[in-house]
């Protein structure tokens, strides 16, 4: 009588289950993209009903300044995600000088000062047009363009933030594993996500006619 055995080394076959974190991710930046819809709806029913103040209004934007700091925000992107290649190759930091050989480190902290300069740039731009005479409360066109700007703003300013605590993770773990790429690419998600919305916005704000 002969009798079957299972090897001690078969193994059950395994799940490839989605991250948890990123699908959160992507479900909330689901939620941000109506927010976002609502911020256009002002801007498309103020150029409908207001034809005259649209009009006037924009004539005040600097297009090629605008045009400019839009490139260095979409620019930031790319560095974003050649941070996230390095992450998903388990490369924390730079093994040499040359751009083929940093790590995620690199890559986000040059991604994070193309965002701090298009933040700033954003504030210049207020202030020139606040002395020009637009401001919050100054029409309806002013509450829609700072509205939708500003809350665009803090949203980048929320991603500059955890571009830094992604850089203050790397350095304190000690090995930087699957755990610590995820949240690059989570954050990467965002950044990704602000630059798009920020398309958007440049193209009604500052092209349509």
Known sequence: ??????????????????????????????????????????????????????????????????????????????????????????????????????????????????GAVFVAGQAMEYATLVSEGITLSSNAYGSAFYITTGFHGLHVTGGLIAFLLVIGRAFAVKHFGHKEATSAIVVSYYWHFVDVVWIGLFLVIYILK
């Open 1 to 114: 009588m002969t009798s079957t055995s299972i090897s001690p080394t078969a193994t059950a076959p395994q799940v490839n289950r989605p991250n948890v974190v990123a699908v959160g991710t992507i479900v909330w930046l689901g939620s941000e993209v109506m927010f976002f819809a609502g911020l256009f709806a002002i801007y498309f029913t103020l150029r409908s009903t207001s034809p005259q103040l649209w009009a006037a209004e924009t004539a005040h934007h600097n297009v090629p300044y605008a045009l400019v700091n839009t490139l260095v925000l979409v620019s930031s992107s790319f560095t974003c995600q050649f941070g996230v290649f390095a992450a998903e190759r388990l490369q924390a930091r730079a093994t040499g000088w040359k751009p083929t050989q940093w790590g995620m480190v690199e890559w986000f902290f040059l991604t994070y000062a193309l």
